[in-house]
């Protein structure tokens, strides 16, 4: 066990609403990132923050938005949802900011979209 | 801009033969080139980043600069190596630089 925890695992909502996904990080990690994965475009890295900052932003749409409190659990924000946010959305930790620390990655948050 | 670059989405070997799962990036710098794998039903764990040079598993990969490629290799697969592979890269420096960059995968099938 990696030690990232996501909740929920599943979640099916409507269109048009919004969604909140949880991440804890490991024990010690300050970095949290999101990914989302799908079939049509694979694993997108959507946004990285480090001890609270946003420290690197990837192909996140302005509907989404992330933070990451001081206790370091994330969360990730979607709104306004559409059928095409169906995937799978992955939440990983580190200790660093940079890549020179292994990523650990969540068992990921299933959401579809009806 | 970095981009991760694996040419098969789908590789199928028998159980004892070589398996090679090819990628190939680009990225101006001095990248650091990771393989994550995804067993069914499980979370993405890295198998091996190149700056450890390690076995893991028995998978090895070399990074080639000249051809820009990392690709995996095993000698003698095993059924349980079936999952889908995620060869990755991450630039060395600030901002945007930091994050993973993955390939679309390569879902592996060892056949009995």
């Known amino acids: 066990d990696s030690g990232v925890t996501q909740t929920p695992k599943h979640l099916i909502t409507a269109t048009g609403q919004r969604v909140t996904l949880r991440c804890s990080p490991r024990?010690?990690?300050?970095?949290v990132y999101w990914y989302q994965q799908s079939l049509d475009q694979g694993l997108q890295f959507l946004i990285q923050?480090?001890?609270?900052?946003?420290?690197a932003k990837g192909n996140i749409l302005e509907r989404f938005s992330a933070q990451q409190f001081p206790d370091l659990h994330s969360e990730l924000n979607l709104s306004s949802l559409e059928l095409g946010d169906s995937a799978l959305y992955f939440c990983?930790?580190?200790?660093?900011?940079?890549?020179?620390?292994?990523?650990?990655f969540g068992e990921g948050s299933w959401l579809t979209v009806v | 801009a970095q981009r991760v670059t694996q040419p098969e989405k789908l590789l199928s070997v028998f159980k004892g033969a070589p398996v090679e799962l090819k990628c190939n990036y680009s990225?101006?710098?001095?990248?650091?080139l990771f393989w994550y794998v995804q067993y069914s039903r499980q979370r993405l764990q890295l198998l091996l980043r190149?700056?450890s040079r390690e076995s893991i598993k028995g998978f090895t990969a070399d990074l080639n600069k000249g051809e820009t490629s990392f690709h995996l290799k095993k000698p003698f697969a095993q059924e349980e190596d079936s999952a889908m592979y995620y060869c990755?890269?991450?630039?060395?420096?600030?901002?945007?630089?930091?994050?993973?960059?993955f390939g679309k995968g390569t879902l592996l099938t060892v056949n009995p």
């Open positions: 024990s010690g990690d300050l970095s």
């Open positions: 990755a890269l991450s630039g060395v420096g600030g901002g945007s630089n930091y994050k993973l960059t």
């Open positions: 923050y480090y001890n609270g900052e946003e420290r």
């Open positions: 990225y101006s710098g001095s990248p650091e």
């Open positions: 190149h700056i």
């Open positions: 990983a930790s580190s200790v660093g900011p940079d890549s020179g620390n292994t990523i650990y």
